[in-house]
């Protein structure tokens, strides 16, 4: 009897587990870390029910078994599950991800450049990101760049969006640049917008919003429960 086996060329693939999870380069400023888990913790609140996205900060992406990976200081993908076991993800591996590349990736320029502009932006193009953003968190951005620019993926090469913020139809939602409240710290910071261009709020603000609606909330209460006593009715047995 002959047995024919079936060859599955992803069991020759190292797993997550198997690859290294950081290139252990340090970031520059803890403003590479800050901005886009700000940017993460606004999707959680705008998209708490949805289970196909998840936003990376400072996490290899590994492409190819033979080559090193990429890491983005922040990056989202969609059409992937957003958690991975109770540890979550070591790295995001693509072929342990359907093949999807991330829609989006961020790179925070601080202390010194890193070839965002021109290594980082080729690489990213030849793995499929669809949109490329480049923030630079302090006022020394190179001549003629604008400290936030992002790039649309159109025929293999990126193409510079205009606006603050830019509408990612794809996404769902607009990227841009305002200054704000974010973990006691007021700075410029990166948000998401919706189509109208309002910027969602942050974790922070949604606070503060709850905490001064409240009030309102019980003194509306307070009035209507008071007309309705005037009219002989006990608002307690409406």
């Known amino acids: 009897m002959i047995m024919v086996l079936q060859y599955d060329p992803k069991q020759c693939l190292p797993s997550s587990a198997e690859l290294p999870d950081s290139d252990d380069t340090p970031v520059d400023n803890e403003l590479q870390n800050l901005i886009p888990n700000l940017l993460e913790a606004i999707l959680a609140m705008v998209w708490p029910n949805k289970l196909n996205w998840f936003f990376g900060v400072d996490m290899a992406i590994y ?3 033979e080559q090193p990976p990429i890491v983005p200081d922040g990056f989202l993908s969609l059409g992937v ?15 342990e991800e359907e093949n999807i590349p991330p829609i989006l990736a961020l790179e925070v320029v601080s202390k010194t450049y890193g070839g965002e502009y021109e290594r980082k932006k080729k690489s990213y193009a030849e793995l499929g990101v669809l949109y490329y953003a480049i ?11 604008e400290p936030l620019e992002i790039y649309k993926l159109v025929n293999g090469n990126y193409q510079l969006l205009d606006g603050n913020p830019v509408w990612l139809p794809e996404v769902g939602l607009g990227l841009g640049r305002d200054r704000g409240l974010y973990l006691g710290r007021e700075r410029e910071w990166l948000y998401w917008y919706d189509q109208t261009g309002n910027r969602l709020p ?20 307070e009035r209507l429960a008071a007309k309705l006593k005037a009219l002989g009715i006990d608002p307690d047995e409406v």
């Open 81 to 95: 599950e957003r958690f991975i076991g109770e540890e979550g993800r070591l790295s995001y591996v693509l072929w």
């Open 202 to 221: 942050t974790p922070e603000e949604k606070i503060q919003q709850e905490q001064v609606r409240a009030p309102q909330e019980k003194a509306r209460a």
């Open 63 to 65: 492409f190819a078994p």
């Open 135 to 145: 923030y630079v968190p302090t006022r020394r951005s190179r001549r003629h760049r």
